[in-house]
């Protein structure tokens, strides 16, 4: 059984940090592209960065660009957010999807397997 999990959200000041964590069981994420999507409250669901496994596959969405990093560890099987400099506007629910085409994870959101998310909240 597959199953994709989020985890190190939380509550933070603005300009703080936080670094989200997705991991997989019965899922090599190496095998996939895999991305980052936030839902703030009231909103669509947008993408927020996403890696592929052949290099130079890294995607940031424009509001994260300079701020938020992408990163794998395949051999700990897992995908990594590093969030720096975080506002109030970041507050939302982050999933996690692994999908087969990076192309397609990035234009159309197509993940094959997606996370249950992990709150952020960014407040004062």
């Known amino acids: 059984q597959v199953q994709v999990v989020e985890s190190g959200g939380g509550l933070v000041q603005p300009g703080g940090t936080l670094r989200l964590s997705c991991a997989a069981s019965g899922l090599r994420l190496g095998n996939y592209a895999i991305g980052w999507f936030r839902q703030p409250p009231g909103k669509k669901r947008e993408g927020v960065s996403s890696?592929?496994?052949?290099?130079?596959?890294?995607w940031y969405a424009d509001s994260v660009k300079g701020r938020f990093t992408i990163s794998r560890d395949n051999a700990k099987n897992s995908v990594y957010l590093q969030m720096d400099s975080l506002t109030p506007e970041d507050t939302a629910v982050y999933y996690c999807a692994a999908g087969r085409a990076f192309s397609a994870l990035v234009e159309y959101g197509l993940g094959d397997y997606w996370g249950q998310g992990t709150q952020v909240t960014v407040s004062s």
């Open positions: 890696i592929g496994n052949r290099d130079g596959e890294v």
